[in-house]
């Protein structure tokens, strides 16, 4: 367990932890000389079942409130200390305001200096902490007064015992998922190299284990931890709600800042904007507006941010409201993290809340359905189960991005009872969980949209995949479009031919003396390769009107038989896809140019552009100034 001191300057803060510990937390020698914290300090002490009970001591003074939160993030356990000569003070204030913004739902109460203090005076600070934690997480916790400095010290004694009881009955955090480490100070030490210490949030990194992939964040340097130090002793596991020194190998300190991150490499997404859940405080000096400029606390971070509401034109004092946070740098955080908001002089904390979305758009991020997805999200933070993210998803949810909203812990992902899993083709993304009522829809959505073109165009073979994504399900990312196709085919509700898709009843019937045409057509045109007839040499070959060959190789094409390159130029259907190949083994994500496909192919530099504009006009490719780029999807016939 870790316990975070909180109270005004020179409230006895640094003595008692002496006192509970025996370690004197003031380690700079300016912090001697003024007898005043100025950094955070830390302690241990053993418990009786061999668990180290760690401390973490912050600095009262109102212009180091910074450094206060850096060290209140991640504790377990508040200990609010008032000296009983002064009594609650602006910090008492305002320390309270930021355990109870964090989150924090155990801890405990020291009236210090109570040699200074009459029993009459005692009561009546016990009268103004009372007033100050009620309906907050100390409204019932227990009080003690103390001397730290006394040779007789009964309410320390009470004091520690209740705190080492506390720890040994405090169940230890999940270990389960991605590792995280906030890094709230960095230094060198001679013979050993850079060291970061901070606490662990959530994870297990083990020397002994499988290698981790840790890398430093939001930077993305690899990272390698030589040893470690947990909880002042050495270790060679770091566990979520230990404190932890890590020697790092292949980083230099310089490279490393208070408020970054050592994490496990799935976990973050670093991002400019963050969506969240903001409570701002009734002393708040006025409403928070769009794109005014606030102090950010975030982890063991100190940034500052734009405010834009979500909800409203401003957040007035006493309100709680979504809100859009942007930064000048990406930052890293995760879904039910805690934030402090200071205002625009960091001169008093005016707000705080819940990390929603980590990685947030800069579009229609008022629109209904983020709205309703960042309640969701809401509701996913406090506990809420895989349902409420689902019915807001209305295209399903990646798996990276459900373990990233899970932190990696594949406990919180129990299945919903109709949600299902798909799996797309290989090499073609990862797999998507999504609500079985959703699919059905969309399925059904796909067919209708179908039987609806048959309807309008019973002489047409069916729709290609791009033409019926448009009209079907235009904003569906590709993955799931390639799963829900296949899986029509599969179910027999769909039927492909050639580039075409369409019912499975539908039929193109030929006439008797059509079908015997193109039976002579057909082979012609293939046996031509990158280079078939032209249709008035076929019909001069076969002594046809050129009319009526025309117009059957135009019935052959929306029969998916054929494509049209340019005016009266068809190709098979197999060499196209041959033709497709070329591009795809081509492109390597650069795209290929009408010289590379000349050269691939054999064809001259007219026929290969004419062949690439008919690509870019399907939607197979794009021109992007003199190179054609694949789009992404695959050519039908490649993936049969």
């Given at each position: 367990?870790?316990?975070?001191?909180?109270g005004?300057i020179?409230?006895?803060k640094t003595t008692?932890?002496?006192?509970?510990?025996?370690?004197?937390t003031?380690r700079?020698q300016e912090?001697?000389?003024?007898?005043i914290?100025?950094e955070?300090?830390?302690?241990?002490t053993p418990?009786?079942?061999?668990?180290?009970?760690?401390?973490?001591d912050?600095?009262?003074h109102?212009r180091?409130v910074?450094t206060?939160?850096?060290?209140?993030t991640?504790?377990?356990?508040?200990?609010?200390?008032?000296a009983?000569?002064?009594?609650?003070?602006?910090?008492?204030?305002?320390?309270?305001?930021?355990l109870?913004?964090?989150?924090?739902?155990?801890?405990a109460?020291?009236?210090?200096?109570a040699?200074r203090?009459d029993?009459a005076?005692?009561?009546q600070?016990?009268?103004?902490?009372?007033?100050?934690?009620q309906?907050?997480?100390l409204?019932?916790?227990p009080v003690?007064v103390v001397?730290?400095?006394?040779?007789?010290?009964?309410?320390?004694d009470a004091?520690r015992?209740?705190?080492?009881?506390?720890?040994?009955?405090?169940?230890q955090?999940?270990q389960a998922?991605?590792?995280?480490?906030?890094?709230d100070?960095?230094?060198?030490?001679?013979g050993h190299?850079?060291?970061?210490?901070?606490t662990?949030?959530?994870g297990l990194?083990?020397?002994?284990g499988?290698p981790?992939?840790?890398?430093?964040?939001p930077?993305g340097?690899?990272v390698?931890?030589?040893?470690?130090h947990?909880?002042?002793?050495p270790?060679?596991?770091a566990?979520?709600?230990?404190?932890?020194?890590l020697?790092?190998g292949?980083?230099?300190?310089r490279?490393?800042?208070?408020g970054?991150?050592?994490a496990?490499a799935?976990?973050?997404?670093?991002?400019?904007?963050i969506?969240?859940e903001?409570?701002?405080?009734?002393?708040?000096d006025?409403?928070?507006?769009?794109?005014?400029?606030?102090?950010?606390?975030?982890?063991?971070a100190?940034l500052t941010a734009?405010?834009?509401?979500?909800?409203?034109?401003?957040?007035?004092?006493?309100?709680t409201g979504?809100?859009?946070l942007v930064?000048?740098q990406?930052?890293?955080?995760?879904?039910?993290?805690r934030?402090i908001?200071?205002?625009?002089?960091?001169?008093?904390?005016v707000g705080?809340?819940?990390i929603?979305d980590p990685?947030a758009?800069?579009?229609?991020r008022?629109?209904?359905a983020?709205?309703?997805?960042?309640?969701?999200?809401?509701?996913?933070?406090?506990?809420?189960n895989?349902?409420?993210?689902?019915?807001?998803?209305?295209?399903?949810?990646a798996?990276?991005?459900?373990?990233?909203?899970?932190?990696?812990?594949q406990?919180?992902?129990?299945?919903p009872?109709?949600?299902?899993w798909?799996?797309?083709?290989?090499g073609?993304g990862?797999?998507?969980l999504?609500?079985?009522?959703?699919?059905?829809?969309?399925?059904?959505?796909?067919?209708?949209t179908v039987?609806?073109?048959?309807?309008r165009?019973?002489?047409?073979?069916?729709?290609?995949?791009?033409?019926?994504?448009?009209?079907a399900?235009p904003t569906?990312?590709?993955?799931?479009w390639?799963?829900?196709?296949?899986?029509?085919?599969?179910?027999?509700?769909?039927?492909?031919?050639?580039?075409?898709?369409?019912?499975?009843?539908?039929?193109?019937?030929?006439?008797?003396e059509?079908t015997?045409?193109?039976?002579?057509?057909?082979?012609r045109?293939?046996?031509?390769g990158f280079?078939?007839?032209?249709?008035?040499d076929?019909a001069?070959?076969?002594?046809?009107?050129?009319?009526?060959?025309r117009?059957?190789?135009?019935?052959?094409?929306?029969?998916?038989?054929?494509?049209q390159?340019?005016?009266?130029?068809f190709?098979?259907h197999?060499?196209v896809?041959?033709l497709?190949?070329?591009?795809?083994?081509?492109?390597a994500?650069?795209?290929?140019?009408?010289?590379?496909?000349r050269d691939?192919?054999?064809l001259?530099r007219k026929?290969?552009?004419?062949i690439?504009?008919?690509?870019d006009r399907i939607?197979?490719?794009?021109r992007?100034?003199d190179?054609?780029?694949?789009?992404?999807?695959?050519?039908p016939e490649?993936?049969?």
């Open positions: 367990m870790i316990i975070g001191t909180a005004h020179d409230h006895g008692l932890v002496r006192a509970l510990t025996g370690v004197d003031d700079l912090e001697k000389k003024r007898g914290s100025i955070l300090g830390y302690a241990y418990l009786a079942d061999g668990q180290v009970l760690g401390f973490i912050v600095p009262g109102e180091l910074h206060m939160v850096a060290g209140a991640g504790i377990d356990f508040g200990l609010l200390i008032v009983a000569d002064d009594g609650v003070m602006p910090q008492t204030r305002e320390h309270m305001a930021v109870q913004l964090l989150g924090l739902q155990d801890g109460i020291a009236i210090s200096k040699d203090a029993a005076r005692i009561e600070v016990r009268a103004q902490v009372a007033a100050l934690t309906d907050t997480f409204q019932n916790a003690f001397d730290a400095v006394s040779i007789h010290m009964p309410g320390v004091l015992r209740h705190l080492h009881e506390r720890a040994m009955h405090t169940s955090r999940n998922g991605y590792f995280r480490q906030a890094i100070r960095v230094f060198t030490l001679p190299g850079t060291i970061v210490t901070g662990v949030h959530a990194l083990d020397l002994d499988p981790l992939d840790l890398r430093l964040m930077h340097k690899p390698r931890v030589r040893s470690i947990a909880q002042n002793r270790a060679r596991q566990l979520a709600g230990q404190r932890c020194a020697n790092l292949g980083l230099d300190v490279d490393i800042a208070r970054d991150w050592l496990d799935r976990l973050f997404s670093p991002s400019c904007r969506d969240v903001l409570t701002l405080l009734d002393k708040a006025g409403p928070l507006r769009a794109w005014s400029p606030w102090h950010v606390h975030l982890g063991a100190h734009h405010a834009v509401p979500l909800q409203g034109d401003a957040l007035q004092p006493g309100q979504k809100v859009q930064f000048e990406p930052v890293c955080t995760v879904t039910g993290e934030f908001l200071r205002n625009a002089q960091a001169r008093d904390t705080g809340g819940l929603l990685d758009p800069d579009r229609k008022r629109a209904p983020r709205l309703a997805w960042l309640d969701a999200l809401a509701g996913w933070a406090r506990g809420a895989l349902d409420t993210l689902l019915a807001q998803a209305p295209y399903g949810l798996e990276s991005t459900l373990l990233r909203l899970a932190g990696g812990d406990t919180r992902l129990s299945l009872p109709d949600a299902l798909l799996e797309p083709g290989r073609q990862e797999r998507l999504m609500d079985g009522d959703r699919l059905r829809a969309l399925c059904s959505r796909i067919e209708t039987l609806e073109f048959h309807d165009n019973p002489d047409e073979p069916g729709l290609s995949a791009s033409r019926l994504k448009r009209m399900a569906m990312p590709d993955t799931l390639a799963v829900l196709i296949e899986r029509l085919i599969q179910e027999g509700q769909l039927a492909r031919q050639g580039s075409w898709l369409h019912r499975p009843d539908h039929r193109i019937c030929l006439s008797p059509d015997a045409l193109a039976t002579e057509l057909l082979p045109i293939e046996a031509g280079d078939p007839p032209w249709m008035r076929l001069r070959e076969l002594t046809e009107p050129e009319e009526r060959v117009t059957l190789l135009r019935r052959l094409v929306r029969q998916g038989d054929l494509y390159i340019v005016h009266d130029l190709y098979h197999r060499q896809a041959h497709a190949r070329v591009i795809s083994e081509q492109d994500g650069k795209g290929i140019s009408a010289a590379q496909f691939a192919t054999g001259g026929r290969a552009i004419q690439l504009e008919f690509f939607g197979y490719t794009r992007l100034r190179r054609h780029v694949l789009r992404g999807e695959a050519w490649q993936t049969r």
